[in-house]
């Protein structure tokens, strides 16, 4: 999902690569093949993205934003590794495999906390923690449940999205209303990804991009412009938008 970005941005996310493959160090060749698996999704990609846009449209320090990004780039990556594993009706092998899948997902979230306590972020801790918490009982629900695939996304990834967002408004310290604007941005935009990435839910989608523009209006900060990476992606979702529409017609 190519949504377009500045040279800035991209390389950002080469640095926010780097700091997640030396998190996973020693064990990196361990989990290649995890990592191939993901790096073809576009939550993978989108979600440091969109992390690092949220934090300089806020203003904070480039080495925060990379932190954070980092972090949120490894616990998706980590419950990709927890979802590859299968209960015993499903017909899961019990081996050195399933084994290695289990331990490697606690030494990632062991990595996650290192890296809030060593760059003095560790305020957000609790913030993290809830986080873990609703993604792993979405995740619960969306196997032992009967639910639509926007549940499934909403209870098992948005939380993943207005963390980050949360983020970004707790260490800028923002009022409580620009707060609860900041997590409703990142509950659209997630949505507006997740669903352009299911593929048969424009329209939903639609109104998702709607939202996070409308929100984007009405903060109105003075270091926003047409420019910023936040307003950049919300274009580039909108472009895809109109090329699947575009599709469709013909």
Not at 163 to 181: I, K, M, N, S
Request: charged share 25%; proline share 2%.
């Amino acid at each position: 999902m190519n949504v377009g970005m500045t040279r800035e941005l991209h390389n950002d996310l080469l640095a926010v690569n780097e700091v997640f493959k030396s998190s996973i160090q020693p064990w990196w060749n361990d989990v290649l093949v995890y990592h191939e698996q993901v790096e073809k999704e576009e939550t993978f990609a989108l979600l440091p993205a969109l992390t690092l846009a949220v934090f300089d449209y806020m203003g904070h320090k480039r080495e925060v934003a990379l932190v954070i990004a980092s972090i949120v780039k490894l616990f998706y990556f980590n419950n990709r590794i927890v979802e590859t594993v299968k209960d015993d009706e499903e017909g899961q092998v019990q081996d050195q495999n399933l084994q290695f899948s289990i331990l490697i997902g606690d030494y990632v979230l062991g990595s996650i906390l290192k890296l809030l306590v060593e760059n003095e972020v560790d305020s957000l801790l609790k913030l993290f923690s809830d986080m873990m918490a609703q993604v792993n009982q979405g995740l619960v629900e969306k196997y032992k449940l009967s639910m639509s695939c926007q549940e499934i996304i909403m209870k098992s990834r948005i939380p993943i999205y207005q963390t980050a967002f949360l983020a970004a408004a707790r260490l800028g310290e923002v009022d409580p209303q620009e707060e609860a604007r900041l997590k409703q941005m990142g509950l659209h935009v997630g949505m507006a990804v997740e669903l352009l990435r299911e593929g048969n839910l424009q329209e939903e989608a639609r109104l998702h991009i709607h939202g996070a523009e409308a929100l984007l209006k009405q903060m109105g900060k003075c270091n926003e412009t047409h420019g910023s990476s936040l307003a950049i992606i919300l274009r580039g979702l909108h472009e895809i938008l109109c090329s699947v529409d575009q599709a469709a017609a013909i």
